[in-house]
């Protein structure tokens, strides 16, 4: 061969190695007009899920699916008059938004343990949740993933790129990956739901239905790189705060993940909602932080609102401080230094799926303070699955050395799915904090005989040790709860009735603590009528038998509970139906109590909520609520308590403004006036009586304020740049201040925080 030929098939090698790998031609455009997209899989066999009717749709629509090295490619038409369509453009997950929506919602593993929404709205915005126990939503993920959209006359469109290596996924040998798909649409002109599944998220049974399909087993792997840096300046103190830090996502291979941040900065650029809470219940808050709402299904253990052997606003939290220790001067300076955060070193997060088993690692440092040492958090996950049954184990530890404290948790879960119309689910429970051993336990049963009938059973047994707040969240120890559900759904109109559809729920439940003190017992019934035109009727009753308040008195032990009289209501409540620029809610209840608590007298709360959408790039919501309540009673100390006149009233303003998918800017308050008058002292005793006493106890009001303007510039794909403007504060005062105005004005004027924050969120 020849000196020249041998060149010319050199320089063929290198060019040829040296180019990009070819792909498809896909351009995420919204306009479908590739030749891919002709060679491409079509799916149009849509039913109407939302009422749950399974009749064919009214409105066609065809799914296209293509799939390459670089992920799942999907294209909607959605058929559709051109008058009808709702382009409204909102918040990242936002759901209850005006606006025509298509998705897809996919089971990787096709194991019905976990399932990822991805839809995407008519005017460009995003959504992506996670679907964990058939039809529980976790809607703080966000993915890396990408959908443009476009319209014409008679349709709407939409491409969508899925990375493969947007979550870990099991392994699975071959050439093909049997996963479960279910593709969906949602019209709000008409106030339906179309999908390819015959379910949805409303019913018992969800994930385990999505339909079978089988993708190309691509192997992914990724390495993605945040560095951000952010400043806050605190205009109370005048003092300036600069923070550098970094998190790696390395998708080692289809299967495995490591997630590591270093110096993190955890700071919130979503503010919590405003709770007040006088109860003996801590609220409980989700975690917004992108590192802890990143591939952390597999670490979800929970049991509906009470509790959560992973919580991870716990890490990062307050801080510990034993101030007691030190002595003269250093024991103002340990009070004077205390914060109401503590920063993280360092945490990681390992995740490894096989066919039949799955591992996880957590681990968190936190920063060391002048008087305060942080505390390490550790976890580990192991789950595997046979057939219709799953367990797994999740265990959690905890040193606090401040107090010498350690704290260990282990739980154990498992999900037995024994027909199509029958699961069952538990929860067990051990907690070894220092020489304290706790346990717990929850089991839940699920049944829906017919299409139209659901049946849900729950049990909770927590003993008086069990302690899982370390780490994780518990509402409440020494308890035990009996209830249920029962629903019956009615979709069978005929064709001139005004009704879409209507549904009947029945709720009940009895507990009590675990000495044997029988807390009330509820039943109640809702109706919920959904007509034609989108608007909703709901109206409702509940009775509560007499019982006994174990929570009130903080276990007392003079005092362990006070008895409740019985208690009966009512609620109604009315949604208009959905315009194109605006829509607005009404809703009233009075009752003794309600369906949750017991209560002494009378109570009367009224709603009203109205949206305006004057623009697709613009939506303004205001809200407002009153609530009065006679002879409210409140724990003052030990069996000290006293009852008050309650009035509690919330205004709540936001306006959003987006400007294509890279700009949005969001202005939003939310203020609250508690007032609590005329007082009367009781003191309670050992048979749970209360009796007047003479102990002066003065009249109250709580005012708090949550304001932020925020600004949000989208680089690239999960790479932001943010302007924060947060204010807000909680004043109490002994004054019998009426005014709603001069309510409202004292935190903005006296406020515990006032900062301004800029935000750079890169990625590599």
């Known amino acids: 061969m020849s000196g020249k030929i041998k060149l ?32 491409a899989q079509v799916i149009s066999n849509f039913h109407e899920v ?66 990822y929404e991805f839809s995407v709205s008519l005017g460009g915005s995003l959504r992506d949740v996670i679907f964990r126990n058939e039809n529980d939503q976790k809607a703080d993920w966000d993915a890396d993933w990408e959908a443009s959209t476009s319209s014409s006359e008679q349709a709407w469109f939409v491409e969508m790129l899925i990375p493969w290596s947007v979550i870990p996924m099991k392994s699975q040998q071959g050439d093909f990956r049997k996963v479960k798909i279910g ?21 018992a049974r969800f994930v385990s239905l999505l339909n079978e399909f089988t993708l190309k087993n691509f192997s992914s792997s990724k390495l993605v790189f945040f560095p951000y840096v952010t400043s806050t300046n605190d205009r109370i103190i005048d003092d300036t705060d600069t923070k550098v830090g970094a998190e790696l996502f390395w998708k080692i291979d289809s299967a495995r993940q490591l997630n590591l941040t270093i110096n993190p900065d955890f700071g919130q650029v979503e ?119 799953s367990i797994g184990y999740l265990g959690t530890y905890v040193d606090s050395p401040v ?33 304290e051993e706790g346990l717990g336990l929850r089991l839940g049963m699920e ?75 509820r039943i109640g019934l809702e109706i919920e009528n959904y007509f034609k035109n989108t608007s909703q009727i709901e109206y409702g009753i509940f009775y509560r038998n007499k019982g006994k308040d174990t929570m009130i008195t903080r276990k007392y032990e003079s005092a362990p509970f006070v008895n409740m009289p019985e208690g009966y209501g009512m609620s109604l409540g009315y949604e208009g139906p959905r315009k194109e620029k605006w829509g607005y809610a009404l809703s009233f209840s009075r009752g003794i109590g309600d369906n949750h608590l017991s209560g002494l007298d009378w109570m009367s709360t009224y709603k009203f909520r109205f949206g305006f959408y004057p623009k697709e790039t613009l939506n303004i919501n205001f809200g407002f609520s009153y609530e009065q309540e006679d002879k409210w009673l409140n724990w003052i100390e030990e069996n000290h308590l006293a009852t008050f006149d309650k ?37 309670a005793n050992f048979r749970g009586d209360l009796t007047k006493s003479q102990k002066e106890v003065p009249s109250f009001t709580l005012s708090e304020l949550a304001f932020q303007v925020r600004y949000r510039y989208e680089i690239l794909p999960l790479a932001y740049f943010y302007l924060v403007y947060t204010k807000g504060g909680r004043v109490l005062e002994e004054d019998e201040e009426n005014d709603l105005g001069k309510i409202y004005k004292r935190p903005w004027e006296d406020p515990t925080g006032d900062t301004f924050s800029m935000k750079l969120r890169y990625k590599f």
């Open 647 to 683: 009035k509690l009233r919330r205004t709540m303003a936001s306006l959003k403004w987006f400007k294509g998918n890279k700009h949005e800017l969001r202005i939003k308050t939310q203020l609250v006036a508690f007032t609590a008058r005329n007082s009367q002292s009781y003191l």
């Open 8 to 39: 010319s098939y050199l320089l063929y090698f290198l060019i040829l190695c040296l180019s990009p790998v070819s792909y498809a031609s896909i351009v995420l455009d919204g306009a479908l007009n590739e030749e891919e997209w002709k060679e």
């Open 50 to 115: 939302l009422p749950f009717t399974l009749k064919e749709t009214k409105y066609k629509t065809e799914v296209r699916i293509y799939q390459d090295e670089r992920g799942l490619f999907l294209g909607f038409i959605s058929y559709q008059p051109e008058e009808t369509l709702r382009s409204q453009q909102h918040e990242r997950d936002a759901w209850d938004s005006n606006a025509d929506r298509v998705g897809v919602i996919i089971d990787f593993d096709g194991d019905s343990l976990s399932a």
């Open 271 to 389: 503010s919590d909602e405003v709770v007040v809470n006088f109860s003996a219940m801590e609220t409980f808050y989700s975690d917004r932080r992108p590192f802890f709402s990143e591939n952390q299904t597999m670490f979800d253990v929970s049991g509906y609102r009470f509790f959560y052997v992973i919580n991870t606003r716990r890490i990062g939290g307050v801080p510990d401080y034993n101030c007691s220790q030190y002595v003269d001067n250093l024991v103002d300076e340990c009070e004077a230094s205390k914060q109401g955060n503590n920063d993280i070193d360092l945490a990681l997060r390992y995740s490894q799926q096989g066919e039949k088993f799955d591992f996880g690692l957590l681990g968190a440092f936190e920063a060391d303070e002048d008087f305060s040492q942080g505390k390490d958090f550790f976890a580990t996950r192991l789950r595997t699955k046979w057939k219709d049954f």
């Open 403 to 435: 107090f010498n404290r350690e704290a260990k948790v282990h739980s154990v879960d498992f999900d037995y799915r024994y027909s199509k119309s029958f699961r069952l689910t538990g929860i067990f429970l051990n907690s070894l904090v220092d020489d």
């Open 183 to 203: 593709f969906f649409r949602q019209s709000m002109a008409e106030g339906k739901v179309y999908s390819t599944v015959k379910s949805n998220p409303m019913r």
């Open 447 to 521: 049944q829906m005989p017919t299409q139209n009938i659901s049946h849900y059973l729950g049990f909770y047994y927590f003993d008086d040790d069990l302690d899982l707040n370390d780490m994780g969240y518990l509402a409440r120890n020494g308890w035990m709860l009996l209830g249920g559900r029962s629903s019956f759904r009615i979709t069978d109109f005929e064709a001139d009735s005004p009704l879409m559809r209507r549904e009947y729920t029945i709720m009940y439940g009895g507990d009590s603590n675990t000495r044997g003190d029988v807390e009330p017992s």
